[in-house]
């Protein structure tokens, strides 16, 4: 379902993306305006040379406010939009393999959001009569950057490229940050997108990661505890457990990649004798392995006939 709804999704987003393509290119080409007259479709002409084609400001005669500079402002920003959605479009066609990729990737669909959207900003200031260059001068570029409060957005979209740069953090990666678990899904060049197991996304400002564990650069640990009763043989509980251990990279070798450990007693309950299991996966699996040694642990000791405790009663499992 989730194919198929993704599959639609881009269908629609295509068909919308070459009807606007089809509206602008009739703005440049009148003549494929064939519903409207002669004399409609040359002053579709005369506005797109002389606003468009030009880059005239769009003034009226006297200098007051006119329809054709909305008109011009309205499908520049159209242009604009096309053009984002096309390249973001064609990015989403690429899907490398590598993390590294894929953060290269992400950081620069986010970066042409960016450039567009400041061409988009300087071109509408130039259509509208204001001389961008004489502003940014008279202002300062310092005074700009404070008067907009971009100091924020300056450190975020520095350490947005120390952190590709540097390779702290790549898409893909399996991250811990305060005490939020989560894969990052995008790296862009103001934010990071970090999505839990819930899929519940969190928006990071990049200048924010601190104290930020990446745990996909380390192995991690499945534990689980596995409690039997007093009355239980502990050296044969030892054994299955033991032997469990050994299987398990051949029940399940896309998780437990190495053979898991038996530590030991961890402790004696107050009606349980809890044995320590701990197996090294990947980050990614670590819940994953938990469960299937908690099954697999369940299923060996029912075989093996050993007592597992349950709350005040102790559960008799016969063998097989």
Same mark, same amino acid.
């Given at each position: 379902?989730?194919?198929?709804?993704?599959?639609?999704?881009? *269908?629609?987003?295509?068909?919308?993306?070459?009807?606007?393509?089809?509206? +602008?290119?009739?703005? /440049?080409?009148?003549?494929? &305006?064939?519903?409207?007259?002669?004399?409609?479709?040359?002053?579709?002409?005369?506005?797109?040379?002389?606003?468009?084609?030009?880059?005239?400001?769009?003034?009226?005669?006297?200098?007051?406010?006119?329809?054709?500079?909305?008109? @011009? &402002?309205?499908?520049?920003?159209?242009?604009?939009?096309?053009?984002?959605?096309?390249?973001?479009?064609?990015?989403?066609?690429?899907?490398?393999?590598?993390? #590294?990729?894929?953060? +290269?990737?992400?950081?620069?669909?986010?970066?042409?959001?960016?450039?567009?959207? !400041?061409?988009? !900003? !300087? /071109?509408?200031?130039?259509? &509208?009569?204001?001389?961008?260059?004489?502003? +940014?001068?008279?202002?300062?570029?310092?005074?700009?950057? $404070?008067?907009? @409060?971009?100091?924020?957005? !300056?450190?975020?979209? +520095?350490?947005?490229?120390?952190?590709?740069?540097?390779?702290?953090?790549?898409?893909?990666?399996?991250?811990?940050?305060?005490?939020?678990?989560?894969?990052?899904?995008?790296?862009?060049?103001?934010?990071?997108?970090?999505?839990?197991?819930?899929?519940?996304? #969190? $928006?990071?400002?990049?200048?924010?990661?601190?104290?930020?564990?990446?745990?996909?650069?380390?192995?991690?640990?499945? *534990?689980?505890?596995?409690?039997?009763? /007093?009355?239980?043989?502990?050296?044969?509980?030892?054994?299955?457990?033991?032997?469990?251990?050994?299987?398990?990279?051949?029940?399940?070798?896309?998780?437990?990649?190495?053979?898991?450990?038996?530590?030991?007693?961890?402790?004696?309950?107050?009606?349980?004798?809890?044995?320590? *299991?701990?197996?090294?996966?990947?980050?990614?699996?670590?819940?994953?392995?938990?469960?299937?040694?908690?099954?697999?642990?369940?299923?060996?000791? @029912?075989?093996?006939?050993?007592? $597992?405790?349950?709350?005040?009663?102790?559960?008799?499992?016969?063998?097989?």
């Amino acid at each position: 379902m989730d194919e198929k709804k993704s599959r639609n999704v881009m *269908i629609r987003r295509i068909i919308v993306m070459v009807i606007v393509a089809l509206i +602008i290119l009739a703005f /440049y080409n009148p003549s494929m &305006l064939f519903f409207l007259s002669p004399h409609q479709q040359k002053a579709v002409q005369y506005f797109t040379e002389n606003y468009i084609k030009a880059f005239q400001p769009l003034k009226a005669a006297d200098g007051s406010f006119d329809l054709l500079r909305v008109g @011009g &402002l309205l499908l520049m920003f159209v242009e604009c939009w096309l053009i984002n959605a096309a390249l973001q479009f064609i990015l989403s066609l690429i899907n490398p393999k590598k993390r #590294r990729a894929r953060t +290269i990737k992400s950081l620069f669909a986010s970066f042409l959001k960016y450039i567009i959207v !400041i061409y988009a !900003i !300087i /071109y509408a200031l130039s259509m &509208l009569g204001f001389n961008v260059g004489a502003v +940014i001068a008279s202002l300062g570029v310092l005074g700009l950057i $404070i008067g907009f @409060g971009a100091q924020s957005l !300056i450190e975020d979209v +520095i350490t947005g490229l120390f952190i590709v740069l540097e390779g702290q953090l790549q898409v893909g990666d399996i991250v811990a940050i305060d005490d939020w678990r989560g894969t990052v899904t995008n790296i862009g060049i103001r934010t990071t997108t970090i999505v839990d197991t819930g899929n519940n996304a #969190r $928006i990071v400002n990049n200048s924010d990661i601190r104290n930020l564990v990446n745990l996909s650069n380390v192995s991690s640990k499945a *534990i689980v505890l596995a409690p039997i009763a /007093y009355s239980t043989d502990l050296e044969k509980a030892e054994k299955v457990v033991k032997a469990l251990c050994e299987e398990l990279p051949t029940m399940y070798p896309n998780i437990f990649k190495v053979v898991p450990q038996y530590l030991g007693v961890e402790a004696l309950g107050s009606s349980s004798v809890d044995l320590k *299991i701990a197996a090294d996966v990947d980050e990614a699996n670590i819940f994953t392995a938990k469960r299937l040694l908690n099954r697999e642990v369940f299923l060996a000791f @029912g075989k093996a006939g050993i007592e $597992i405790p349950f709350s005040q009663h102790t559960i008799h499992m016969a063998k097989d």
